[in-house]
C-alpha cells in the first residue's frame, strides 16, 4: 500500500465533502467502493487521527500535573468510541429513514451518506481534542447539515419534494445521535477517571 498515495486520497475526498459538497457527492455516487472499503480508507484513519489528537491534547492540557497511563487511554479511547457509536446508530436510522422516503434501501448509501456528513463533526473533534479552549468551533458541525442536503440529493433517490424533509431530519438526527452518545460516554469515562 502507497502511503502517500492513501494520505492524498483521504486529503482529497475531505477537502472536496468540505468544498464543494454537490461535485463530490456526485463522484461518491459513481463509485462503487464496498462498506469495507469506506472504513478502512475513510472512517478509520479519521478515527485514529481523533483519538490521537484527544491523547495528546491531554497530555499538553496536563502540564505540570500528574499524568496517568490511564487518562490518557481513556483521552484517546472517549472520542473514538462516541464517534464509531454514533456512525453505527446513525447508519441504521438514516437507512430506516431512506426506506420509509421511499429511497434506494442499499445498506452502502445510507453507509456512505453518514460516513461523509460526519465529517465536520470529526474534524471539530480533532480541533477540540487539541485545544478545547476553542470550544466554538463545534459550530462547523453545523455545517453537516449542509452537506447532508447535498447528499440527499444525490445517493437515496428519494423524490425531490421530499430530500429537503429528508435532508433536515436525518442531520438532526446524526447530530442528536452525536451529543447524546458523546455525552454519556463523557460521563462514564469522567467517572472512570
Known sequence: MNLKLFIQNLYSRALGIIG????????????????????????LPLLLITGLSSTVGTYIHQDGKSLSTVLLVIAGLRPI?????????????????????GGNPDPAIATKLVFFTFL?????????????????????????FYIL???????????????????????????????????????????IQ
Not at 20 to 43: D, Q, R, T, Y
Request: proline share 4%.
Open 20 to 43: 464543494s459538497p454537490k461535485e463530490e457527492w456526485i463522484k461518491i455516487k459513481e463509485e462503487n467502493a464496498s462498506i469495507g472499503h469506506l472504513i478502512v480508507n475513510f472512517a
Open 81 to 101: 468510541l462516541s464517534i464509531t457509536f454514533s456512525l453505527g446508530f446513525s447508519i441504521l436510522s438514516i437507512s430506516a429513514l431512506i426506506r420509509s422516503y
Open 120 to 144: 465536520p463533526l470529526i474534524l471539530v473533534t480533532i480541533i477540540l481534542g487539541m485545544a478545547p479552549d476553542i470550544y466554538f468551533a463545534g459550530l462547523f458541525s453545523l455545517y453537516s
Open 149 to 191: 442536503f447535498f447528499g440527499a440529493q444525490v445517493l437515496p433517490e428519494i423524490e425531490s419534494e421530499r430530500q429537503l424533509n429528508f435532508s433536515m431530519l436525518s442531520s438532526t438526527m446524526i447530530l442528536a445521535t452525536y451529543i447524546i452518545l458523546n455525552y454519556i460516554l463523557s460521563a462514564i469515562f469522567g467517572a
